[in-house]
Structures are given as C-alpha cells and as structure tokens.
C-alpha cells in the first residue's frame, strides 16, 4: 500500500472528473514554481506559475492577472496555494475548470536594480582639451586655405564635452567649417562637418572665436647702439604667442637705440629714445631771459637730453652749476615755460646757493610729452 501527496491526489481527481464529462482534457493547469523573482511592486501570476493547456489569448490575460503585493528589497514571501486560489476566485476565475499542479508554495524576491551604464560617458578634462587642440589646429588650417589674404590671428575653440570622444575619433582633414564667419570679432557657434569610421556625415556644433594679431616691427639686420632708426632698418614680423611688441613706425622711426639690436629682434620701446639735441660733455649756450633782457652763456652738459628735458650744466671755469631746459640743438634756458603754461616771473636758480627773488616759480622737471607716446625720452642723467 502507497501513499499519494495531496497534489497527486487532486490531479488524479481532476483527470477522473474530465473524463466522466466526456474524455477530454480541456482544463486549464496552472504549474506553480519553486521560486520566483520579480522586477516589478506587483508579483502577477505569469510570475509565480506557467498556465498550460490554454489557447495564446487566455493564458496571456491569465499570467497578467495581478495576485498580491511584491516583497521589500532584500527580503523574501511565500505565496501559498491557498492564497492563490483566493485571489483567483476573488477575480472571478472559474476553479472548476482549473488545474493546480507543481510545488505548494513559492518564494518570491524583489529583483535589484542594476545600474545602467551611459552609451556616452563623460569626458574627462584631459579628453576635451586634447578635442579642443585638434579642432584648433584643423580650423587654422582651414582660415589659411580659404581665406589666404588673412594676416596673423588667434583661434580658440571651446567643443561641448559629450563631442570631445567623437571628434578624437576621427581624422582631422574631414572636418568642415562651412558657416565660419572669418570677419567676426567675438564668439560664434559654428558647425563643423565631419565624416566619421562608418562614413556616416556627422555635424558638431562648437564655440570659436578668431582674433586677429597685427604684425609688429623688428630689426631687418643687427643695428648699433646709437643708430637712428630709418624705415629701411625695419621689418615686419608675426608676433610668438604672448609676445608683444611696437606696430605704430612712429614710434621708431627717428628714434636712437640705447642698446644693440641684433637681426630679426623685435623693436621695444624700452631701447629707443628720441634723437638727443644734447649730449653728455657738449657745450652748451644757455639762455636767462627776464621781461625783454636776455642773457646767454656758455656751459657744458652733465648728460644727455632731447627737447623739453631737464638737464645739469656746469661752469666752463668755476664751480657753477644749475639745471636747464633742453630747447634746441646744444640750447637749453634756465626756468624755461612753454607757451601752455603762464609765466608770471622769471628767476635763476643756481645750484650752488644763489637765492631767487621773492615770488618766482621754480621749475623742477622737464616738461611732460603731450603726444603720450610709450617710448622712453632722453638718455642717462647723471
């Protein structure tokens, strides 16, 4: 004598029950699982049971049939048979013509998220950077071949960060700068046309912008220290980056050097000054003018100076000494006034200690350049 399980038991009784109806197997089964896991805040009973014995249509509707809640994350439930039942009648489910066969029980767990992996990950710093050069030097390239009237410039180039693999990706000679706009001054989006492994036509958009870099003057061969600097003894040069450098002749031209300029050396302002009409040791006729007396005499320069200076003069005989201003070729007048400024009276200082009358002005600096250029004037005082 054996003994038969409970499922066996109601299996056999279904069977024996169909057949009495005429000898066919037209009940539905539900074949329940040992353990399920779901993805879902809702265990429907496709995810505990496999429904057999049933046209597509129905056993579809039946698996999407919602049975009880899911378990919390980490933890486990057990549906029983029982509870399965309930639920089923409770929808309206015929039992009669249902079959339940497999385990009693099922364990059902909460499926755990798995992180999604981005198609387009971000790029690093170092990656853009290296985007950015490459478009850099692709669009340079680009102004010089369609634009070869340009004259020196700066590029720079800003890619979005999601573009910067992209264009590392591919060859730098496809890309294409159709909608560049070579004449604006600030930022511009530009679409830049590239062909990329697949030969698939892609389009980036990116930031540029082009500034224009004026060429600036440089000795054409080495000059002396003392040259006068002529428009033959100059020549343009395209600045290095971050170099800077004179790009108004004006400010050269008829200048003197106070240090040697070697060839293709740019010209600074530092080593130029103006032609001086007094040198260190020349003799010098200075003039004291008061009301309609003038008075001139003869000294010699204690350094160098062009127009408007302030320089020392000293007794050809004697121990004299006084400053003056440098008005003319080996001239200078002492508390000398341009026609800008008021002169209300006229006084000689002398260095050495004679007084000067009562009210008069001192003149104490030579007289400041209006013109406002940045090259230095005059040469060493002593």
């Known amino acids: ?9 109601l299996s ?12 066919e197997l037209n009940a539905e089964i539900l074949r ?21 014995n049933a046209d597509p249509e129905q056993a579809a509707r039946m698996e999407q049939m919602t049975l009880l809640p899911a378990p ?53 710093q170092q990656t853009i950077q290296k985007a950015e050069a490459k478009v850099q030097q692709a669009l340079s390239e680009w102004i010089k071949v369609y634009y070869p ?15 910067a693999s992209l ?55 080495s000059l002396n220290k003392g040259t006068v600097i002529r428009a033959d003894d100059l020549m343009w040069v395209r600045p290095e ?15 003197e050097l106070t240090r040697t300029v070697h060839q293709s050396n740019v010209m600074r302002s530092q080593d130029l000054m103006e032609v001086p009409l007094i040198r260190d040791g020349a003799i010098v006729t200075v003039y004291a003018r008061r009301g309609g007396i003038s008075v001139k005499r003869e000294m010699r320069a204690r350094g160098t100076g062009g127009m408007g200076d302030s320089i020392t003069l000293i007794a050809l005989e ?26 209300r009276s006229a006084g000689i200082q002398f260095i050495s200690g004679t007084a000067e009358p009562t009210g008069s002005i001192q003149r104490t600096g030579g007289v400041r350049n209006a013109r406002g250029p940045a090259i230095r004037r005059g040469g060493i005082r002593r």
Not at 153 to 162: I, N
């Open 12 to 23: 056999c009784l279904l069977v024996i029950c169909c057949l009495s109806r005429g000898g």
């Open 149 to 163: 009237d340009a004259s020196a410039f700066t590029v720079t180039v800003r890619v979005q960060p999601a573009d």
């Open 241 to 255: 980056k971050n170099q800077t450098g004179i790009t108004d002749p004006r400010l050269v031209i008829g200048r």
């Open 72 to 124: 919390s994350k980490g933890r486990t439930r057990v549906i029983t048979v029982s509870e399965i039942r309930g639920r089923l009648q409770a929808l309206g489910v015929d039992l009669s013509r249902l079959e339940l066969t497999g385990k009693s029980q099922v364990r059902v767990t909460l499926k755990e998220a798995t992180p999604t992996v981005s198609q387009n990950p971000v790029a690093t």
């Open 32 to 52: 329940l699982k040992a353990a399920a896991v779901v993805d879902s805040p809702i265990v429907r009973l496709g995810d505990v049971a496999d429904v057999l």
């Open 167 to 221: 264009i590392l990706a591919n060859r730098a000679d496809s890309f294409r700068f159709p909608g560049l706009n070579r004449f604006a001054d600030t930022e511009q989006i530009v679409g830049m046309n590239l062909i990329d492994a697949q030969g698939t036509a892609r389009l980036v958009r990116l930031f540029c912008r082009i500034q224009n870099v004026p060429e600036i003057l440089a000795a054409k061969y």
């Open 1 to 9: 004598m054996f003994r038969l399980g409970i499922n066996s038991c």
């Open 318 to 343: 004697g121990r004299d000494r006084l400053t003056a201003t440098v008005t003319g070729y080996n001239q200078a007048e002492v508390n000398y006034r341009p026609a800008s400024e008021v002169q």
